[in-house]
């Protein structure tokens, strides 16, 4: 199955912009539908956006909506979290996500996922 790594995460203040990079191995890119997740200090995993394998299909989590916007380069294998009006409750680890080829939309459910990347940080002061 595809492998995963995210990068793009750092340190910005409050109002910033940031654009995180999820590259993927192989040729079967296409074949999953991608998300973002997070997880932030003593909090647990939540959904923050997804993609559907075409790109035709976006779901966004209600905290994030109009300030985020997930896109994919399945050519280039690359799927992108762009962050916008970044806030300080927006400070997690972003984990980039492969859900399997069966699943035609963007799903929001961790457990549909089955490849996870390492995750990178982000770090949003007030």
């Known amino acids: 199955q595809v492998q995963v790594v995210e990068s793009g995460g750092g340190l910005v203040q409050a109002g910033d912009s940031l654009r995180l990079s999820c590259a993927a191995s192989?040729?079967?890119?296409?074949?999953?539908?991608m998300g973002w997740f997070r997880q932030a200090p003593g909090k647990e995993r939540e959904f923050v956006a997804a993609?559907?394998?075409?790109?035709?299909?976006?779901v966004y989590a209600d905290a994030v909506k109009g300030r985020f916007t997930i896109s994919r380069d399945n050519a280039k294998n690359t799927v992108y979290l762009q962050m916008n009006s970044l806030k300080p409750d927006d400070t997690a680890v972003y984990y980039c996500?492969?859900?399997?080829?069966?699943?035609?939309?963007?799903?929001?459910?961790?457990?549909?996922?089955?490849?996870w990347g390492q995750g990178t940080q982000v770090t949003v002061s007030s």
């Open positions: 993609i559907s394998r075409s790109g035709t299909s976006t």
């Open positions: 192989g040729r079967t890119f296409s074949n999953y539908a």
């Open positions: 996500a492969g859900a399997p080829s069966r699943i035609f939309y963007a799903p929001s459910q961790a457990y549909e996922y089955v490849v």
